[in-house]
């Protein structure tokens, strides 16, 4: 076999392109997953930050969920407007107190159980056995850690 003829070499594999790739299938399932109950993947994670961490302030949010103060303002009105969260402070000049709603809660748990059915969709038993080995490693990795306490 000339050289004019040989095959390339496959490309080294680049984790970022893998792990981007996989990331925008994954948000493509959930969001597919979340819309019948009126959730994005976005509001889904600030539902769970406020949930997780009560009393998180604005800029704590906003830095968890890797978005603007602005963007918290606005997506935290919307939730609170379908009955999701509330604030517990509520006074003008006062630091807002967030928490989650019963009704909130509820969604969350409906939430998590699409979440559930993605999860094992897409790293399951039946999944691609890669996707599996990246389940694994990302379960592994986070096994045992406590969630980020909000800073003061």
Do not use: C, W, Y
């Amino acid at each position: 076999m000339t050289t004019e003829n040989a095959r390339p070499e496959p490309p080294a594999t680049s984790p970022s392109i893998v792990l981007l790739t996989l990331a925008r299938r994954i948000e493509s399932e959930l969001g597919a997953a979340l819309a019948p109950l009126g959730l994005t993947v976005g509001r889904l994670g600030l539902l769970g930050h406020i949930a997780g961490v009560p009393g998180a302030s604005f800029s704590d949010l906003a830095r968890m969920s890797g978005i603007t103060v602005q963007s918290v303002h606005t997506a935290v009105k919307a939730l609170s407007g379908a009955g999701l969260v509330r604030d517990s402070t509520a006074r003008a000049g006062s630091a807002s107190r967030l928490e989650i709603t019963p009704e909130g809660a509820r969604l969350m748990d409906e939430a998590m159980r699409a979440v559930a059915e993605v999860d094992e969709r897409l790293f399951g038993a039946a999944a691609d056995p890669i996707q599996r080995q990246v389940g694994d490693a990302v379960r592994a990795a986070f096994a045992g850690l406590t969630p980020p306490q909000p800073s003061g």
